[in-house]
């Protein structure tokens, strides 16, 4: 059984930095993509930043700049580095995991969600 452990969030003024870490257990060969999430109060889940097994990166376009993601492989473990934080950027935080379960099928592994609140 594949489990997502997340850690690293917490209250931050406007302008401070915080590193959220995801990290997996269980029995893992590899893992695809690795993906963040957030999800503000009223709000629908959003896609914050995504890294590919090869490491390419993706950011949505409000943390571009300020967010960056990394990976792990030997630790099967992600990373979000997140500075110049604003109060927006206040949400739960979540991270997904792709890992294949069979040829040419993956399924999607979440942590419990971590907050991160920005606030003076």
């Known amino acids: 059984q594949v489990q997502l452990v997340e850690s690293g969030g917490g209250l931050v003024q406007p302008g401070g930095s915080l590193r959220l870490s995801c990290a997996a257990s269980?029995?893992?060969?590899?893992?695809?993509?690795m993906n963040w999430y957030r999800q503000a109060p009223g709000k629908e889940r959003e896609l914050v930043a995504r890294?590919?097994?090869?490491?390419?990166?993706n950011y949505a376009d409000s943390v571009k700049g300020r967010f960056t993601i990394s990976r792990d492989n030997a630790n099967n473990s992600m990373y979000l580095q997140m500075n110049s934080l604003k109060p927006e950027d206040t949400a739960v935080y979540y991270c997904?995991?792709?890992?294949?379960?069979?040829?040419?099928?993956?399924?999607?592994?979440w942590g419990q969600g971590t907050q991160v609140t920005v606030s003076s």
């Open positions: 890294i590919t097994s090869g490491g390419s990166t």
């Open positions: 269980g029995s893992i060969f590899s893992i695809n993509a």
């Open positions: 997904n995991f792709q890992i294949p379960i069979r040829k040419y099928a993956t399924f999607d592994y």
